[in-house]
């Protein structure tokens, strides 16, 4: 038995509305929960990318609560990448440059395959990759 | 245009070995790089989990180096989700718990789904869930 798919990928931002816009508008993932002040949550293809407020979310919670979602956060930067294919990555570099993301890095890897890197508002450090980097394709 | 899906996940650890025995053994996940000091990474699916040490990951890349993945690193308690059905997440909770490993968690959301929750070796709080909490199938 081993774990078949990553369903949820975190994030912890400093500001929701400004999260949203990036995840929702820039990058034009569809938002598909928001609570204020605590999250917005992005479905990405078969997985949901939460962005959380840390400071809400290591709260524990209350004794008698009914979805009883334990306590976690994290300060610093993150990491998450995007699967996409190399000429999708080639559109991505120019719509970030357009609008006014810098492109921190773009490389080939050794074994094939390019990245390019860049950070949402709060310096997470995101990433589109080609999956055969890691020697996987799109029918895996 | 929008990212189609979630390649990369990644957590912060204390310990690369406990970490990779937990990720490996206990989760079952197939290991497919390590840097020693840096990272191990699994295979989960059609994605990856990386585990980093986030001493090593904040160091910005040497100014020449070939592949200039830009620095990032969290402190504190993550959180990741990985699919599972029912009838998994049964088995799993069985396994954990043989295993010495608490659920710490376990609930039914109001729209159906249910969800248990544990953690890592470094208090990342880690999830099996249905993947109908977010009304995607295994189809989707």
Same mark, same amino acid.
């Not at 816009?21 to 999250?39: C, N, Q, S, V």
């Not at 991505?92 to 773009?106: M, R």
């Not at 390019?114 to 990433?127: A, H, M, Q, T, W």
């Given at each position: 038995?081993?774990?078949?798919? +990553? ?17 929702? !508008?820039? *990058?034009?993932?569809?938002? +598909? &929960?928001?609570? =204020? ?7 990405? $293809? ?29 300060? #610093?930067?993150?990491? *998450? ?5 190399? =000429? !999708? +990555? ?9 609008? $006014? ?6 490389? !080939?890897?050794?074994? #094939? $395959?390019?990245? +390019? ?9 995101? !990433?589109? &990759? =080609?999956?055969?980097?890691?020697? *996987?394709?799109? =029918?895996?």
């Amino acid at each position: 038995m081993q774990p078949s798919a +990553i369903l949820e990928a975190a994030l912890y931002v400093d500001d929701l509305d400004e999260a949203e816009r990036f995840y929702g !508008e820039t *990058l034009g993932l569809k938002r +598909i &929960a928001r609570a =204020e002040g605590r999250h917005v949550f992005f479905q990405c $293809g078969r997985g949901v990318v939460l962005l959380f407020d840390a400071d809400a979310t290591q709260a524990p919670p209350a004794p008698d609560a009914r979805l009883p979602v334990p306590p976690h956060g994290a300060r #610093g930067q993150g990491h *998450l990448c995007f699967a996409a294919s190399g =000429e !999708e +990555i080639e559109r991505w570099k120019a719509h970030l440059t357009k609008a $006014g993301i810098a492109v921190e890095a773009d490389f !080939e890897w050794p074994n #094939g $395959g390019r990245s +390019i890197y860049f950070r949402d508002p709060s310096g997470n450090s995101l !990433e589109f &990759a =080609e999956p055969r980097i890691w020697g *996987l394709t799109s =029918e895996d």
